[in-house]
């Protein structure tokens, strides 16, 4: 077993570029539109050496990880992944692979799509040459004055395909009981710039949605609670785990009481940061290279959730980590043999029409199993479902009969390699 993880990490390239090229064998591949993102992974063990490096962990584990950048296509289906140390900067990983794919994949027309802290400038004027382009999430909050001003006007909004002007103020104001308010609550309005950063030209696109809105208030409601929770205790921890930590919601101020020497903490809630935070509800702003209509853009934006998937199948259905393998080239092909995993059961997943769980069809995959009699033939040892009819109904054989002769196991298995 060891000794064919150094074979395929040596293939890893060629390995890759095959499987693109194979998949096409099985339908037309919709890579004119790609989406790249950055995990990690860590190691049970303490030591740093090769890839392993301390780095900012997802997890904020205190372990030595490595860091994958994944590129997936318009579909949900993994196209092509890079793996490097853990102290590496996520915003120099997505050329490298590009560079990848251009020379191996032959593939140089797409839309790289991607959040905001993997879109450097760099990275985005390499994505203005040739015929690719860029779609990247913006924060609003780290926009310059005049742009901010703009995108939190309540002025000026439109819907896709309408020509009618809007104001965010009277949405607001309506009664959320009224069809009125129903009516817009699913929807998204937008507003549309060209801007130019460091000599770079961008359509700058911002929405809002009353549903969104209401997401990020129940968020912060939840996070208040916690955080006030946490005050009334014995006072909330000083550590942040991340942006998104309740903890960013307590006030800290030191007094010295009268006739004491030592100083004492008194926490509260910050008010004024939890009402800075208020305004931003309900906007999300791209910027992009294209000069597409927004509401297109919009919805090609929208599928970088499934991206997300793809890693949280990695991490939970497959158990990626924590990795128990030292040398670098046996790391290299477990995350090899991960990738080609979750390629294939995305493609599981399209067969059976996307109508289950990744839990349900991986647990049910793994049932599957037969017991093989003295005579050759193969007894069935699990239970028939619907998973397993829309299974056998995808791939054209069926292995739920009460007896699986030899001859018909054969039989399913010369056809599967003929496919």
Partial sequence: MYRALEVLAEEDDFIQSQLYANSKKLGKRNDRILYYDCTNFFFEIEQEDGIRKYGASKEHRPNPIVEMGLLMDGDGIPLAYCLHSGNTNEQ???????KKILKD??????????DGGLSSL???KFNTRGE????TTQSLKKMKGHLKDWSLDPKGWKLPN???????????????????????YGKT?????????????????????LKYKHYQQRIREQQVQRATKAIEANGAPLKKLGPNDYKRLVKRTNITPDGEVAAKELQ????????????????????????DSPADIIQLNKRRWEIKECFRIMKTEFKTRPVYLSRETRIRAHFLTCFLSLTLYRYLEKKTNHDFTPRDLIQKLREMNFFQLSSGDFVPTYTRTEITDRLHDAFGFRTDYEVLSETQM????????KA
């Fill in 410 to 417: 054969k039989k399913i298995l010369k056809a599967t390699k």
């Fill in 189 to 209: 309005f937008y507003k549309d710039c060209w801007i130019n950063k460091n000599g770079l030209e961008q359509h700058l696109i911002v929405t809002f949605s």
């Fill in 105 to 114: 994949f032959n593939l140089s027309k797409f839309i790289i799509c991607t």
């Fill in 162 to 184: 309408e020509s009618t002007i809007y104001d965010l103020e009277e949405l607001m104001n309506l009664d959320p009981e009224s069809a009125e308010y129903a009516t817009f």
């Fill in 92 to 98: 120099t990983t997505l050329q490298p692979l590009e």
């Fill in 268 to 291: 509260a809630l910050d008010y004024e940061r939890i009402a800075k935070e208020a305004q931003y509800d309900g906007f999300y702003a791209v910027c992009t290279s294209l000069d």
């Fill in 132 to 135: 690719r382009a860029f779609i």
């Fill in 122 to 124: 760099s990275n985005r």
